[in-house]
Structure formats: C-alpha cells, structure tokens
C-alpha cells in the first residue's frame, strides 16, 4: 500500500558527492517517518539517517557532519545529501518508511541503490 522509488546511486571519488532521493506513493498519509539503511556485503544493515514528518533529523554518528536528509512533503519524497564521501561509505542503500499503527500495515522498503566510493 506504500511504494518506495530511489534514485541517484552511483560511483564517486573520495571526497565526491551525491545526492539520494525517495519518493513515496500510495497511502501515504500512514507514513510517520522516513529513513535511509545502508548495508555492505558481509556486514549489518545500519541506519545512517532518518526524518519525522515534522522534520525531527536523526543521524548515525559516522556520517554525522558529511549526511544531510531532509522532506519534501508536498512531493512525499526524502533526501540524503552525502558529501565528503569516504570509502567506507559504500553499500547499498534503501530508503525506508515507517508505517504509524493506526494504519495497521508493514514498513516498507526501497529497492536499494548502489553507492560506491573509490579511493
């Protein structure tokens, strides 16, 4: 009842820059919040960073200061800005959205989109 459409994956220099966008579709009054994962291979998916409706930010401490994700509520869409991208940036990426119970539905999740930051 909720679709997640990602987009801006790709490969960059160290340093580099790029920008992830989410756009969600369908019951999306039931969205209380969204939120980017990361997952390398062999590793844990790890929050890196999430928003409220209202705009509350929260972010994993490794990407503190280099992350930005923010809202566009009219567009139903989610940022994540990422500078200073380092190597261990790379994994890929899914865009989430927390279902508010009230609604009584499953989060969702996006199909993944590949960064990958070269040294």
């Known amino acids: 009842q909720v679709q997640l459409v990602e987009s801006g994956g790709g490969l960059v220099q160290a340093g580099g820059s790029l920008r992830l966008s989410c756009a969600a579709s369908?019951?999306?009054?039931?969205?209380?919040?969204m939120g980017w994962y990361r997952q390398a291979p062999r590793k844990e998916r790890e929050l890196v960073a999430g928003?409220?409706?209202?705009?509350?930010?929260y972010y994993a401490d490794s990407v503190k200061g280099r992350f930005t994700i923010s809202n566009d509520n009219a567009k139903n869409t989610v940022y994540l800005q990422m500078d200073s991208l380092k190597p261990e940036d790379t994994a890929v990426y899914y865009c989430?959205?927390?279902?508010?119970?009230?609604?009584?539905?499953?989060?969702?999740w996006g199909q993944g989109t590949q960064v990958t930051v070269s040294s």
């Open positions: 989430s959205a927390m279902i508010r119970s009230s609604c009584r539905m499953d989060d969702f």
């Open positions: 369908g019951d999306t009054i039931c969205i209380s919040a």
């Open positions: 928003i409220t409706s209202d705009g509350t930010t």
